[in-house]
């Protein structure tokens, strides 16, 4: 029999739900799909609980994801590799490095491919928080909160096996996820402050439309290239992304320029970020 799991990913803005039926270790089947939009809603709860309502979401064993945003990522340098030990010192070398008391976090790691640690890092208030409201509305969380870019990454990676190193843009409504890779491992994740909504904002004021007119010309790629204030606010998105790059570089984690750019989410599709993207790092930038 195949078990089914309800993945969840609770963003700043919406909530995506996959009810996957389990079979064997690795293989599935999506049975179903839903996104919430929060603030139609109302907030976080009664969005689940409106996903509740719906039997075929109900009661069973949940998987959560949750924003980049809500965790802090660090690099951390050990001289084992022991995990035993690891993890008997990790939140003892973070602690100078996050503005929480260690006691109020919860922290797991990925070894990179030189050495060293990328370390996820959560306030124990904010997994209790998200645990008690999926189990109050949906059914028990079953695995550990992860983070959504990671989870993205792992599919794309998966099958677009690429030597070096590359970045994979997740361009959601309010904000970006970006994920570093070398080698084929994950070297650094970082949040930015550029989604599609301010995309729609700029287009909006390049084009003389309204908000929502903005956003179908958008979607639908029914606009000119001639749109300052939108190519504009990509450059400065890219040049944040080449600032961070080159601050790795220097830092020892990342070795190589990025070979390859991946855009994926609401703002993957927008001609000036692909292009932006693409320009910015000398190389072709592809939709995921």
Known sequence: MPQNVLGLEIGQSTIKAVLLAKRGLTGGRILDVRVLDIDTCGGV?????????????????CSVSVSPRDMLFRHVQLPFRDDNRIRKTLLFELEPLIPLPIEDVIADYLIMPRGGLLVGILNKKNVRDITELVENNLGNVVSVIDASPTALAAQIT?????????????????????????????????????????????????????????????????YSETIMNTNEACRRFCAELKNTVEYMKINGVMQN???????????????PAVQRAGQSFFLPAGNA
């Open 158 to 222: 998966d099958n677009k096996k690429v030597a070096g190193s590359k970045i994979i843009l997740d361009i959601g409504r309010m904000s970006t996820s970006a994920t570093f890779y070398e080698d084929d491992a994950m070297i650094h994740v970082r949040s930015l402050a550029f989604g599609g909504e301010q995309i729609t904002r700029a287009m909006a004021a390049d084009l003389s439309v309204d908000r929502d007119g903005a956003e179908k010309l958008k979607i639908s790629g029914g």
């Open 257 to 271: 320029e990025p070979g390859q750019s991946l855009l994926t989410g609401g703002g993957g599709f927008v001609r």
């Open 45 to 61: 709860e009664p969005a689940l609980k409106k996903l509740a309502d719906d039997k075929s979401f109900a009661g069973f064993p």
